[in-house]
């Protein structure tokens, strides 16, 4: 790895943590740079500014979680646990989703380019609809929707309580299986 790659590398997991924390208005450059071991010529160098930079980590963090937790659609309860596990295993993903939500996008879809995103989620969807394992009442969008929720209902997001990696494994098996109630007897047929 040139050296380049190497200071680009401590620029995006310096901004990843500062802008999970603080926010796109509340990230500063000065922090980002001094965290990365790196300059503040550098940062605009490799990225022109903060708002790209928050782009290119919120870009990435969102197709790392879509390739992390690929869909079935016919199980529909175990892709919900699976968000579960993703949501804990990097619950900054969450809090950049939200403070994009709050900051960017306070309606409609979080990204430009979330039907891209969402494109073969939603024809898995439709597929297993059609099959016969998930309810056909629902658009394929709704039943999307309506999973990440749920999956998400212990995440940073969470207007009630914010699960932990270090909580009791118990307490985590109980949610996975809360979750998988949930999506099961809400969403799916009985064939599944």
């Known amino acids: 790895m040139k050296s380049g790659d190497a200071t680009r590398e401590r620029i995006l997991a310096a901004a990843k943590a500062e802008f999970a924390e603080f926010g796109i208005a509340g990230a500063r450059v000065d922090r980002i740079a001094a965290n990365a071991r790196a300059n503040k010529a550098q940062l605009y ?23 992390a937790v690929p869909i079935d659609a016919t199980d529909l309860p175990g892709y919900a646990v699976r968000l579960y596990n993703e949501y804990l295993e990097q619950p900054e993903l969450v809090r950049l989703a939200t403070w994009a939500r709050l900051e960017r996008r306070p309606t409609g879809h979080l990204t430009a380019d979330a039907y891209q995103l969402d494109a073969s989620k939603l024809s898995d969807i439709d597929s297993a609809q059609r099959r016969g394992f998930i309810d ?8 999307l929707t309506t999973v990440i929720a749920i999956s998400m209902t212990w995440s940073p997001a969470s207007t009630t309580y914010a699960a932990a990696k270090s909580d009791e494994q118990t307490e985590h098996d109980r949610r996975r299986e809360t979750i998988r109630r949930v999506v099961s007897r809400s969403l799916c047929t009985a064939q599944s």
């Open 136 to 143: 056909e009442w629902f658009t394929p969008f709704e039943v």
């Open 45 to 67: 160098t490799f990225f022109g500014g903060k708002e790209a930079l928050f782009e290119t980590i919120f870009t990435a963090s969102l197709d790392g979680i879509v390739n």
